[in-house]
C-alpha cells in the first residue's frame, strides 16, 4: 500500500512537468562545451539568484541539442555560452568584449546582455522547443 501511495505521488507530481528542449547551432569549434543556465526571473538572470536548471554538453558538432526535462509549466530565459577552451568561464578580451560564442532565448543580445523581459519565453505544459543561434 505504502508503494502504491509512493508510486501514485511521484506520478502526480510529473503530470504538471514540461520539457524544454534546445537546438543550439552556430557553434564554430568542435572543442569544450556549452553551458547553459535556464532562468526562472530576472534576479537570476542577472546573476542575483540561482538558475532553476543548468546544463554542460559537450561540443562535437557546430549544432547541439539539449532536453531539459521536469520544469513547471510558465516563464523563462535561457543564457549560454560556448566554452571552447573548458575553463567554466566566458573569456573576454580587455574591454569585456566575449571571445567565445554566447547566446539568449528569442535570439537576443548580439550587442550584449539583454534584459529578462526580451529573452524570456513561456514554457508550455507540453513542452516547448527552442532554436538559439550562438554570437
Known amino acids: 500500500m505504502k508503494t502504491l501511495i ?8 510529473n ?5 524544454l528542449t534546445l537546438d543550439i547551432q552556430g557553434l564554430t569549434k568542435k572543442t569544450g562545451h556549452v553551458l547553459i ?4 526571473d ?16 559537450e561540443v562535437k558538432d557546430a549544432k547541439v541539442t539539449v532536453t531539459i526535462p521536469d520544469l513547471a509549466p510558465g516563464t523563462y530565459a ?9 575553463n567554466n568561464k566566458l573569456d ?6 566575449p571571445k ?3 547566446g539568449f532565448s528569442n ?13 524570456k519565453f513561456t514554457l508550455a505544459p507540453d513542452g516547448t522547443l527552442l532554436t538559439l543561434t550562438v554570437f
Open 6 to 13: 509512493a508510486a501514485s505521488l511521484l506520478l502526480a507530481a
Open 15 to 19: 503530470v504538471h512537468a514540461a520539457t
Open 37 to 40: 543556465a535556464v532562468h526562472a
Open 42 to 57: 530576472a534576479a537570476s538572470f542577472n546573476d542575483k539568484g540561482k538558475p532553476v536548471a543548468i546544463r554542460s554538453v
Open 78 to 86: 535561457v543564457s549560454l555560452f560556448h566554452d571552447a577552451n573548458d
Open 92 to 97: 573576454t578580451n580587455f574591454i569585456g568584449i
Open 100 to 102: 567565445e560564442g554566447y
Open 107 to 119: 535570439n537576443v543580445g548580439a550587442r550584449g546582455k539583454p534584459e529578462f523581459d526580451e529573452a
